[in-house]
């Protein structure tokens, strides 16, 4: 994705200053995966979805999500690059690694860390149905429903969040921050 405007060039600037407040703590992460996880487990019992995930930002829900889930699913990766400029998603999306499972006729499962416009999930879903599946869905960790400009049904949704810039928990901001274990809100007014 593309940073907001205000993050872009910060270089001088201590990342750790960045951070302005935890947002969704590292317990009520594992506790609302728990949950999602054993919906997911009852609505899929005897027909285990492929559950793709989308790198990079989905691969610590995944990890924690999967492990949640109690049938016996399959997992494989994508991943993308959008096109866009500033805080503005176009919603063109290349893929830069496809998928090694053939999805045909398959239960897909799409895992999203955050879902903002809805522009590039769109997308990649248009992209997925032209593969004929026999169902797909997506389950997001977080979205941020102010931001919709197309609706996208979301069938497992982690949290509903405000529009601010977050990080953590498989979360960049410049390919960093991925490791934090919560999701933490970045504090743009220190970036000025
Ligand atoms: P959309 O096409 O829905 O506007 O963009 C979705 C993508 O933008 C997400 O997969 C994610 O990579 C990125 N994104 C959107 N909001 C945030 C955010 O608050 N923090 C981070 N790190 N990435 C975001």
Redesign the pocket.
């Known amino acids: 994705?593309?940073?907001p405007r205000t993050l872009q060039g910060v270089s001088g600037v201590d990342p750790n200053e960045l951070i302005a407040e935890t947002l969704i703590s590292e317990v009520a992460i594992r506790e609302r995966i728990a949950v999602i996880g054993g919906e997911i487990a009852r609505d899929y019992a005897g027909r285990p979805p492929l559950i793709v995930c989308?790198l990079?930002?989905?691969f610590v829900f995944l990890a924690d999500l999967v492990r949640a889930i109690d049938l016996p699913v399959s997992v494989d990766f994508m991943a993308i690059s959008?096109y866009?400029s500033g805080t503005q998603?176009s919603?063109i999306v290349r893929i830069v690694k496809d998928l090694d499972i053939t999805i045909e006729g398959r239960d897909v499962l799409v895992v999203?860390?955050?879902?903002?416009?809805?522009?590039?999930?769109?997308?990649l879903v248009k992209s997925l149905q032209a593969r004929r599946p026999r169902s797909i869905e997506i389950c997001t960790l977080?979205t941020?429903p102010d931001?919709?400009?197309v609706e996208i049904p979301l069938r497992y949704v982690g949290f509903e969040?405000p529009n601010?810039?977050?990080?953590g928990y498989g979360?960049?901001?410049d390919e960093r921050?991925r490791n934090l274990p919560y999701i933490a809100v970045?504090d743009e007014s220190k970036l000025t």
Do not use: N, Q
């Open positions: 994705m593309s940073l989308v990079k930002g989905a959008s866009g998603t919603g999203e860390d955050i879902v903002d416009s809805g522009l590039t999930l769109s997308y977080l941020k931001r919709r400009e969040i601010r810039f977050v990080i979360l960049d901001f921050f970045v």
